[in-house]
């Protein structure tokens, strides 16, 4: 079947291409940008520019006149187009529409590289008082853009993310630590120094998984196998791999007392205000909630979300009879929960699947300062099931238990290589072809002398003092793949510790549970919590 579905899209895409002549011309005679997009499997369908075969947008000559947008990253723009083009640019229209929303606020659930969670948590309640956080979302691409010779005036909450000298750079560079920063921190230590810290990442780890064992529980509860029924809508994708991980989750979230009371048909319709609102964070097409309603019969749905995606399921879910859809389009980090109307005097669950890195703490803080007691009108949070991923992502700015890593006496630089070595998780396991992907990280350690060079004259370290030491490449070439991949899952588990503890010092009761086979996915960690009812 898989085969056939490659062979498939082969032949779409060689149709595709046989729709061009060889000047580049469309059949109807048009010509078009020369520019083949792999993900859309055709060719650009914007107009080439003067004598050039590509558009604007994908013409090399062009290139060193272009500089990343400062709004959306994903796209450049000319130098001298930059003022008119923020001002049509389609980001900055999401952006000046998600800014009038009431539940929008800058940075509410960023973070801070100091602050104690713990101790200031509640303090922030008030979103007011959190406008100074700076987005830790400040896109990393802008960093490598080029200054432009006059400012230019942006939207509210827009920066160029221009550093104007080495300092500057380096500055940045420790307040949001790219793959390739962490990439050089570990690059820059000698073999006792690495070997001192897997040791004490491997004492730390055994101390805390003998309290917190995870236990595993695939499940595939009765109300989901509608799914793999041949019967199913035939209108929802299926993959099997993915189709069973939301089951488990969903079949977990329901052991865990989560989805008691929605089964077995909708409840009277005065029960119905009373019941649970489920809102997914990170919900991207939205395919976890449509099982979700598919199979529990809840009620309301919030779907929140910061891109714009293609074949989602919102317009199947409000097809379904007495389930209220509500889809958000803003980021995490500028999500007050508390502002969102839906959710007013109601109770909620949040639920992800596959929540990347810093997304993961946010939407803990989000929903955790919305907690505001004696006010009847706040949302609720009655639990939580997020399935985490992704900690080589994570930044210790927005991580929320800073005081966790802190008493297992590891620094801010520490946790930044702690997240960089969870890639091994994957990377180095037998599911996900090893060998390949162990020379590539190999290569990756290699190319990073320049970033460690770089990072060390902003430092004023010497160059020649970082030459004499032994390199981590050559450390890890003694490390078996197995080995590798365990230390991986280790600080991937403590990152997600972390996360447990956090969740119990603020009422509730939590755990955390492996959800699904390895071999399905290796990001198989369900972090579940609810309030404690004793």
């Known amino acids: 079947m898989a085969q056939e579905e490659s062979e498939g899209k082969q032949k779409s895409?060689?149709?595709?291409?046989?729709?061009?002549?060889?000047?580049?011309?469309?059949?109807?005679?048009?010509?078009?940008?020369?520019?083949?997009?792999?993900?859309?499997r055709r060719f650009c369908a914007s107009y080439p520019v003067g004598d050039s075969q590509y558009c604007g947008n994908h013409d090399p000559a062009a290139g060193k006149n272009r500089i990343p947008c400062p709004v959306d990253p994903s796209h450049t723009v000319l130098r001298e187009e930059i003022a008119s083009h923020v001002q049509?640019?389609?980001?900055?229209?999401?952006?000046?529409?998600?800014?009038?929303?009431?539940?929008?606020?800058?940075?509410?659930?960023?973070?801070?590289?100091?602050?104690d969670e713990a101790e200031k948590f509640h303090t922030r309640s008030n979103p007011n008082e959190a406008v100074d956080c700076v987005s830790s979302s400040v896109h990393e691409t802008s960093l490598q853009s080029e200054k432009t010779d006059e400012p230019v005036e942006l939207?509210?909450?827009?920066?160029?993310?221009?550093?104007?000298?080495?300092?500057?750079?380096?500055?940045?560079?420790?307040?949001?630590?790219?793959?390739?920063?962490?990439?050089?921190?570990?690059?820059?230590?000698?073999?006792?120094?690495?070997?001192?810290?897997?040791?004490?990442?491997?004492?730390?780890?055994?101390?805390?998984?003998?309290?917190?064992?995870?236990?595993?529980?695939?499940?595939?509860?009765?109300?989901?196998?509608?799914?793999?029924?041949?019967?199913?809508?035939?209108?929802?994708?299926?993959?099997?791999?993915?189709?069973?991980?939301?089951?488990?989750?969903?079949?977990?979230?329901?052991?865990?007392g989560l989805l008691q009371g929605n089964q077995n048909g909708f409840m009277k319709s005065e029960e119905n205000e009373e019941m649970r609102v489920y809102v997914e964070f990170g919900a991207g097409r939205g395919y976890l909630s449509q099982m979700l309603c598919d199979s529990y019969r809840v009620s309301s749905v919030v779907l929140v979300e910061r891109k714009a995606y293609k074949y989602k399921?919102?317009?199947?879910?409000?097809?379904?009879?007495?389930?209220?859809?509500?889809?958000?389009?803003?980021?995490?980090?500028?999500?007050?929960?508390?502002?969102?109307?839906?959710?007013?005097?109601?109770?909620?669950?949040?639920?992800?699947?596959?929540?990347?890195?810093?997304?993961?703490?946010?939407?803990?803080?989000?929903?955790?300062?919305?907690?505001?007691?004696?006010?009847?009108?706040?949302?609720?949070?009655?639990?939580?099931g997020i399935a985490t991923c992704c900690h080589h992502l994570c930044q210790w700015r927005s991580y929320v238990n800073k005081q966790f890593f802190r008493g297992l006496g590891f620094s801010e630089a520490e946790f930044n290589m702690i997240t960089w070595l969870t890639s091994w998780a994957v990377n180095g396991t037998g599911e996900h072809s090893e060998h390949r992907e162990l020379e590539i990280d190999k290569e990756q350690i290699r190319q990073t002398e320049l970033d460690t060079k770089q990072i060390a004259a902003c430092e004023g370290h010497s160059q020649n003092t970082?030459?004499?030491?032994?390199?981590?490449?050559?450390?890890?070439?003694?490390?078996?793949?197995?080995?590798?991949?365990?230390?991986?899952?280790?600080?991937?588990?403590?990152?997600?510790?972390?996360?447990?503890?956090?969740?119990?010092?603020?009422?509730?009761e939590g755990k955390i549970v492996k959800y699904i086979s390895p071999s399905v996915s290796p990001e198989n960690k369900l972090l579940l919590a609810r309030r404690n009812t004793s």
């Open 13 to 40: 895409v060689e149709r595709s291409k046989r729709r061009r002549t060889l000047n580049g011309e469309k059949s109807d005679g048009v010509k078009r940008c020369g520019m083949w997009l792999p993900s859309k």
């Open 88 to 115: 049509k640019c389609q980001a900055t229209k999401h952006l000046k529409t998600a800014e009038a929303q009431p539940y929008y606020h800058k940075g509410v659930n960023a973070g801070s590289d100091e602050e």
């Open 155 to 256: 939207p509210s909450g827009i920066e160029y993310g221009v550093a104007s000298n080495a300092a500057e750079e380096h500055e940045k560079v420790i307040k949001f630590q790219n793959s390739a920063a962490k990439r050089a921190a570990i690059s820059a230590l000698s073999e006792a120094e690495f070997q001192q810290l897997v040791r004490r990442i491997e004492s730390s780890h055994e101390g805390c998984i003998r309290s917190e064992p995870m236990e595993e529980s695939f499940l595939r509860p009765s109300q989901c196998l509608q799914w793999w029924d041949q019967n199913r809508d035939k209108r929802l994708p299926f993959q099997e791999k993915h189709v069973s991980q939301q089951a488990s989750m969903l079949g977990n979230l329901d052991a865990f």
């Open 313 to 384: 399921a919102d317009r199947t879910l409000r097809q379904l009879t007495g389930v209220s859809v509500e889809r958000l389009r803003t980021d995490i980090e500028d999500l007050y929960v508390n502002g969102v109307q839906s959710l007013q005097g109601r109770r909620y669950v949040a639920v992800s699947k596959h929540l990347c890195g810093p997304a993961t703490d946010m939407t803990l803080r989000c929903c955790l300062s919305g907690q505001e007691k004696g006010c009847s009108s706040s949302p609720s949070l009655e639990g939580l």
């Open 466 to 508: 970082e030459k004499n030491r032994p390199r981590l490449s050559e450390a890890m070439d003694a490390m078996d793949v197995s080995v590798r991949a365990e230390l991986g899952r280790r600080c991937k588990q403590l990152i997600d510790i972390g996360r447990l503890l956090f969740i119990r010092q603020h009422g509730l």
